[in-house]
């Protein structure tokens, strides 16, 4: 029994490591809300929910290796793996109609894709980039979502 107890304690970080693990999983958790919200509000398939767990996944993704004294170019394949993955997930919220050109879900996509990379952003301690991302992701879909809903109907 002693000896199982050992393993799982040997993983635990120390005092700062931790406070760095959790900082940076809330990060990308909390900026990954934000997106989220804007989705959920306008009733969206992936809201809320979705955006958090796809942001802490990619923040996840790249702690592990990191963390795992990982040299950078091995995080670096991590990324890629990442952002090829979530495209599978991105794939799922695409549905093309029976018109020619009626496709819905490519937001719904990118949006999710943005999220992942905005959790890589915060996995990797980049607070800056992570929030600069997630105001303009959130700016292209409210603000530009309400120009281009406009220019469409005026068409």
Same mark, same amino acid.
């Not at 999983?25 to 958090?52: D, F």
């Given at each position: 029994?002693? +000896? +199982?107890l050992?393993?799982?304690?040997?993983g635990?970080?120390?005092?700062?490591?931790?406070?760095?693990?959790v900082?940076?999983?809330?990060?990308?958790?909390?900026?990954?809300?934000?997106?989220?919200?804007?989705? %959920?509000?306008?009733?969206?398939?992936?809201?809320?929910?979705?955006?958090?767990?796809?942001?802490?996944?990619?923040?996840?993704?790249?702690?592990?290796?990191? %963390?795992?004294?990982?040299?950078?170019?091995?995080?670096?394949?991590?990324?890629?793996?990442?952002?090829?993955?979530?495209?599978?997930?991105g794939?799922?919220?695409?549905?093309?109609?029976?018109?020619?050109?009626?496709? %819905?879900?490519?937001?719904?996509?990118?949006?999710?894709?943005?999220?992942?990379?905005?959790?890589?952003?915060?996995?990797?301690?980049?607070?800056?980039?992570a929030?600069v991302?997630? +105001?303009?992701?959130? +700016?292209?879909?409210?603000?530009?979502g309400?120009?281009?809903?406009?220019m469409?109907?005026?068409?």
């Amino acid at each position: 029994m002693d +000896i +199982i107890l050992e393993e799982m304690l040997s993983g635990l970080p120390d005092g700062r490591q931790m406070v760095s693990l959790v900082t940076r999983l809330l990060t990308a958790m909390i900026l990954g809300a934000l997106v989220g919200a804007q989705r %959920e509000s306008l009733g969206k398939p992936a809201g809320l929910r979705t955006h958090m767990l796809v942001a802490m996944g990619g923040a996840l993704f790249v702690l592990a290796p990191l %963390e795992a004294g990982m040299e950078l170019d091995g995080v670096s394949r991590v990324i890629q793996g990442i952002v090829t993955g979530i495209g599978f997930i991105g794939a799922g919220a695409i549905l093309k109609l029976h018109d020619k050109r009626e496709i %819905e879900g490519l937001t719904t996509a990118a949006g999710i894709w943005m999220t992942a990379a905005i959790g890589i952003a915060a996995g990797l301690g980049r607070w800056g980039l992570a929030l600069v991302s997630t +105001i303009l992701t959130w +700016i292209t879909l409210s603000i530009i979502g309400k120009i281009e809903t406009w220019m469409n109907q005026k068409q």
